[in-house]
């Protein structure tokens, strides 16, 4: 029943790696998100897309590479992961035009990379 | 100059008291308001959001906007413990384009 869901929960890896994280939503929106949150706490949006297409993309290195093989499904795949990479990331969905004024989020993926 | 700030905090009230959260945003033409509450470990959720000039009231919670001043507050009356966590200030701005705040921690103490 959960609404937006993520897996993994936890993502431990090491420097040079390349990982991904899967987001799924159930509630029929056609738009969705990926986040970073820093350690203080400061949520970024990375990524929007609205049915597949890609809308937002914010000033993100280009190892970050999200895909969106249908409108309920929203992958982060990372490259050559960094230290600095070390962060939660939200994945979250809104029906179009909503933004964030019905936006739902996912559990966070927290992922460490040592 | 980030695009909105808030005071970090902790922001400690004891219960019952009345917490005031603030926020300040630069993009002039912002146009829709938002807060949210993230407890420690969990994903954020939207507890209030504000198009207009003045107060909405919603329970506990009131947002007020001020767009000249650009400045968006958030009161929590009746402070409850459970109202403890991190609240975050959202702002859309033109077109698909919106930011967050920091983020101000807030205790309420029994």
């Known amino acids: 029943d959960t609404a937006v869901s993520q897996t993994p929960k936890y993502l431990v890896t090491q420097m040079g790696n390349d990982k991904s994280i899967k987001c799924e939503q159930n509630l029929g929106h056609d738009t969705m998100y990926w986040y970073k949150q820093d350690s203080k706490k400061f949520l970024k949006i990375m990524f929007s897309?609205?049915?597949?297409?890609?809308?937002i993309n914010e000033t993100v290195p280009n190892r970050f590479s999200p895909k969106s093989p249908d409108k309920a499904h929203l992958n982060l795949h990372i490259n050559s992961l960094e230290l600095g990479d070390s962060a939660v990331y939200f994945c979250?969905?809104?029906?179009?035009?909503?933004?964030?004024?019905?936006?739902?989020f996912g559990p966070g993926t927290r992922l460490t990379v040592t | 100059q980030k695009e909105v700030e808030q005071n970090s905090g902790p922001l400690s009230v004891p219960e019952g008291a009345i917490a005031s959260l603030n926020c300040t945003y630069s993009d002039r033409v912002s146009q829709s308001f938002f807060w949210y509450r993230q407890y420690s470990g969990k994903s954020p959720e939207l507890i209030m959001s504000?198009?207009?000039?003045g107060d909405k009231e919603d329970g506990r919670f009131t947002a007020q906007l001020n767009k000249a001043s650009q400045y968006v507050s958030l009161l929590i009356r009746d402070s409850q413990p459970s109202d403890s966590a991190t609240y975050l200030c959202?702002?859309?701005?033109?077109?698909?384009?919106?930011?967050f705040g920091t983020g101000t921690s807030l205790t309420v103490i029994p």
């Open positions: 979250a969905s809104s029906q179009r035009g909503q933004g964030l004024a019905g936006q739902y």
């Open positions: 897309y609205n049915n597949k297409e890609l809308i």
């Open positions: 504000i198009y207009s000039n």
């Open positions: 959202a702002v859309k701005v033109a077109g698909n384009q919106f930011y």
